[in-house]
């Protein structure tokens, strides 16, 4: 299922990927980008994304059956806002943002009447940001959280069955789990790397050089996650500002529990906790869901 004319604004890591993902399902969609920027939209025109780059947002929108906003989240209701006159009755509009209620609140009153708003978000992606890091396989086998919030039924269908034909499954989700899921499972993951990595910079005693040099993969992954785009992720802290602090307040009095274990000495429990965590990440690895992971159950380390 796919959309005659397709807008992408903001036009990144997912946008790029949505477009190149679309050719390789064979959608024949004319699709038009567009990007604040002209160094960025140079650069879309340079590497073939969209069948055409324009200067405007509004220039992008009409016309179009969907338009998707892939711009971080704080510019989202200025994109809305910029654009809304010019959308065609009727058409589909998604966000990918990574915050849905924030995002619901600052675009919808910006819309027409008749305009099928419809959220999403692909739960994929890299430390990669901008045009060039876009790829066709970023959505395979990932989940694209689907939250209609009063969308109708065709158009969250159409949608969900475009995510799919991009290589994503799909599911539905009311606003407030999706950010409080997210906090748990990519926001605050997010902040707990970008402060690792800040206090082994802050430790002037581990020079850059050597934080690489006798870094193993576990630290490694904290590094990849804090190269993150700062201004995507400078939105999402101030666009999830409720669901981020409740679960920083779990995490900080569980690792306060934990201190107290180590101070304490008491290593039944800190080993009666990572054996419980240990099982989550089997379970994830045994059901398929992490296709980079070392196979623990065919060979894997074990105890
Ligand atoms: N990177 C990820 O891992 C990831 C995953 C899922 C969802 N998201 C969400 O997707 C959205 C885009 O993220 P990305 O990783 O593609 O970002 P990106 O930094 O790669 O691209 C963002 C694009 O938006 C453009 N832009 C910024 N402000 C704009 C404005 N006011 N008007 C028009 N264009 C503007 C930038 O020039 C750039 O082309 C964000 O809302 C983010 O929260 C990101
Ligand atoms: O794989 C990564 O690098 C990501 O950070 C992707 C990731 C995440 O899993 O936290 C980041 C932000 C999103 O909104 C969705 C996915």
Redesign the pocket.
Known sequence: MSYPKVAL?????????MFWAMRRAGMDSHVTG????QD?RDTARRIGLCDEIVDT?EDAVRGADLVV?????G??G??AQAIGPCLKPGCSIT?????KAA?IEQVRPHLPEGVNFVPA???????????E??FAQLFDNRWCLIVPDGASDEATERLEAYWQALGANTERMDVAHHDQVCAVVSHIPHLIAYTMVGVADDLSRVSDQEVIKFSAAGFRDFTRIAA??P??WR??FMNNKDATLEILGRFTEELFALQRCIRTGDGDTLHDYFTRTRGIRRGIVEAGQDTDAPDFGRGGKKD
């Open positions: 604004i903001g036009l990144g890591l997912i946008a790029s990927s567009y990007a604040r920027s960025t947002a906003l892939a711009v971080p989240v510019a989202m200025r994109v966000d990918v943002g990574s915050v995002v978000h692909p739960m994929a992606g890299t430390e990669h940001s901008g045009p890091a876009g993150s785009d201004t995507m939105d999402v």
